[in-house]
């Protein structure tokens, strides 16, 4: 499928929307957990085994992300749509059939391992080309899409919910839901497809859309990967990710837990509505944080993400225990960092690298967040529950784990200070070269 080129008087401000369905749509994944009571129940499941899909999905997009960058970046943004379309949809109609069998592994299969699929192509196929279009205010634009997965659980979560309500929540509702699921994201989806396109080579060249995105340094993924701005970067996202993680898969039971032994005990839906504000958080700083980028730039506000997050930590471990608005208000900030992350993530490698092969890049690099999805809720878990065996309660459950979350945003922190500009010798020659370069380059 050729990248479709935009005809003379394309809008720009038509290809965020466009990335926008897809990222809504994917984003439905941070709804997982309304999904895994009634899955427990019917099924006969444990809590580690129904959160299986969602590991597996996560070790998927960055996987998949990584080695489907390069195939990206040639074959263009609609062929990347669709590809997540159909990856995304289908997993959930193998999870439907899986569910109305009672056969866990092939939700297992469908949601995890092909829907993850679509969620790593899909994650990264608009970026390249909205870098493209956009190569004025890069933050902002990839933050506009990206912000789209950190809200696509806002509507995901009360749709669920209310689904599993009228189906009811036994084998079969669990099942039409993942049916309504995958044929809804399908139309949805469908619109980024069939909206997306690549700017002409005179927009390339700056006469539409401001500087041409193929100005200054530009970097091969193959080179990108050897140089160590890319793994300075690489530890940087997987810090501020697995910092932002460990409270995210946490949050209702962390804030029960926190004030159970006051005066003031959290209550089972006022812990959802904490879940709900570090969702609006997550999705607020994507766009947010990604746009002050461009003012402040890229190195400016990972400072702030990984040194105020390691504050914001301090200030929870310290005091939090004593005051619940500031266990609210640092948590948030913490998410807005951890969503903030992931969109300026693209801006700050094109800054480096160039927008030349940035989608195959940016797809290798989100192997930092496979591994933060693992490490996170590792960390916090395992704490949690070898403090509880010693017979410990309350906010005492995590304080180690706040620890160890500021000792990793130091050493984030740390890696962000030591990006350079990359090496002359790792620079595709020039512009029209590295076009040429991208069009003969195998996948």
């Known amino acids: 499928m050729s990248p479709p080129v935009a005809p003379p008087g394309w809008s720009r401000w038509l290809v965020p929307p466009a990335a926008l369905s897809v990222h809504l749509s994917i984003g439905q994944a941070y709804a997982w957990s309304v999904f895994k009571p009634p899955l427990e129940s019917a099924l006969h499941l444990s809590g580690t085994q129904s959160a299986l899909p969602f590991q597996l999905a996560i070790v998927m997009l960055g996987l998949s992300a990584a080695f489907g960058g390069t195939l990206v970046e040639r074959n263009g943004p609609r062929w990347a749509m669709t590809v997540a379309l159909v990856c995304f949809s289908t997993g959930f109609l193998i999870s439907a059939l899986g569910a109305q069998t009672q056969q866990y592994w092939l939700i297992v299969l469908g949601y995890g391992f092909v829907g993850g699929i679509g969620l ?6 608009p970026v390249s080309t909205l870098i493209k279009w956009f190569p004025d205010r890069p933050g902002m634009a990839t933050g506009i899409a990206i912000m789209g997965f950190g ?7 009360p749709w669920s919910a209310q689904m599993l309500q009228s189906f009811g929540s036994d ?13 809804s994201y399908a139309v949805f989806m469908s619109l980024g497809v069939l909206l997306v396109r690549v700017p002409r080579s005179e927009d390339l060249e700056g006469t539409a859309a401001g500087p041409s995105a193929f ?3 530009q970097v091969s993924a193959r080179s990108a990967v050897r140089t160590p701005q890319f793994w300075c970067l690489w530890i940087v996202l997987c810090m501020n990710v697995t910092a932002g993680i460990g409270i995210l898969e946490k949050a209702a039971p962390m804030i029960t837990d926190f004030f159970a032994d006051t005066s003031t005990p959290v209550s089972a839906s006022a812990a959802a509505g904490f879940v709900a504000l570090l969702s609006a958080a997550n999705m607020a700083g994507r766009i947010g944080w990604s746009s002050a980028s461009d003012l402040i730039g890229r190195k400016n506000v990972y400072r702030v993400y990984l040194g105020a997050g390691a504050i914001m930590y301090l200030l929870i471990a310290s005091f939090g225990d004593s005051s619940k608005p500031l266990v609210i208000l640092c948590a948030l900030v913490i998410l807005s960092f951890y969503g903030g992350g992931f969109a300026t993530i693209p801006a700050y490698l094109k800054d480096l690298f160039g927008a030349y092969q940035v989608g195959a890049i940016h797809g290798r690099l989100l192997t930092a967040w496979s591994t933060a999805g693992v490490l996170g809720p ?4 395992w704490i949690a529950d070898h403090q509880k065996e010693a017979g410990k309660h309350g906010s005492s459950l995590y304080g180690l784990s706040f620890v160890i979350m500021i000792g990793l945003l130091v050493i984030g922190f740390a890696a962000n200070e030591l990006v350079r500009p990359v090496h002359p010798r790792h620079h595709v020659p020039a512009p029209k070269e590295a076009a040429d370069g991208r069009r003969e380059q195998p996948a």
Do not use: D, R, W
Not at 151 to 157: C, K, P, Q, T, V
Not at 172 to 182: C, D, E, Q, R, T
Not at 378 to 381: A, E, P, Q, S, W
């Open 120 to 125: 790593g192509i899909g994650y990264i196929s």
């Open 151 to 157: 809200g696509g659980a806002l509507i995901a979560s």
């Open 171 to 183: 084998h079969s509702g669990i099942a039409l839901a993942f049916l309504v699921h995958g044929l």
């Open 215 to 217: 100005e200054g340094v």
């Open 378 to 381: 590792l960390i916090v878990n």
